[in-house]
């Protein structure tokens, strides 16, 4: 069933939006790709960043993966798969975008198994935890900070942090700080709540995710962006001193 449901969606994206945007296809298939957008965004079948962004086909370069994850750079690199890293650099050496987009979400399966740790129903899997703990700090200082909130809380707190503690790793790769020294690259830390439909960015002058209104968007860091404003301590710092949000 689950999969007719898929050769039936198939079938109607060919005798509908295949032939509405055929120009574009041909123009694609022709000329190549050249999105100016990178967005790690995380596996979860309920986040899409395509369908959430309205874009069409050539538009984003997606990496997804457990989480939202940016691993840190892998220096001097190593012959291991670095998978999440390998379209990153594709992305950004190869295709020259022009901004990369981390997308953490609300109620995140991979941060939840990573907050969870030894208790968590996943901890015996062969490469899950290995993978989420990337940002095993960033949850074990989560947790020292916000003792007595409730797991609701501290989830999200972690799946914030996380993002911008991905957002740091990306400057950990030289390709990518050198082009945001020279102005050629901006990167976004940014988190959506698909529970009420709305997309927050982190800001690095209140150290906290504000709601993204039109289009009205801050850059987590640009050139003029101190690099060490964007941490997920003093996220967490800002969590801690905020009362509940719940
Ligand atoms: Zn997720």
């Known amino acids: 069933m689950a999969l007719d449901r898929l050769l039936k969606g198939f079938a109607d994206f060919r005798l509908g939006y295949y032939r509405e945007h055929l120009d574009l296809f041909e123009k694609l ?3 190549g790709q050249s999105p100016k957008i990178l967005i790690v965004g995380c596996a979860d079948a309920r986040v899409d960043p395509g369908i959430l962004t309205q874009t069409k086909p050539g538009d984003i370069f997606t990496v997804r993966n457990i989480g939202a994850i940016v691993p840190p ?6 012959e291991r798969q670095h998978g999440t890293s390998a379209a990153i650099e594709f992305a950004v050496r190869g ?3 022009e ?4 997308l953490g979400h609300a109620l995140c399966g991979g941060i939840a198994a990573l907050v969870d740790g030894d208790k ?6 062969d490469y899950l935890s290995t993978w989420t703990a990337v940002a095993q700090s960033v949850r074990d200082h ?3 900070e916000l003792k007595g909130r ?6 999200r707190a972690v799946e914030q942090a996380s993002v911008v503690n991905s957002v740091g790793n990306l400057m950990g790769f030289p390709w ?4 945001v020294a020279a102005g050629k690259l901006v990167l976004h830390a940014w988190w959506f709540n698909f529970a009420e439909g709305q997309l927050y960015a982190f800001n690095p002058e209140t150290a906290a995710f504000d709601k993204v209104l039109g289009l009205d968007v801050r850059p987590t860091i640009d050139r003029s962006t101190a690099f060490s404003a964007v941490r997920p301590e003093r996220l967490i710092a800002t969590i801690a001193g905020r009362p509940p949000a719940f």
């Open 95 to 97: 295709l020259e975008v």
């Open 150 to 155: 409730s797991r609701a809380e501290i989830l």
């Open 142 to 144: 989560a947790l020292a």
């Open 29 to 31: 298939a022709k000329e």
């Open 176 to 179: 990518i700080a050198e082009r």
């Open 99 to 102: 901004h990369v987009v981390i």
């Open 120 to 125: 968590s129903a996943f901890a015996d899997y």
């Open 73 to 78: 750079a892998q220096i001097p690199p190593d």
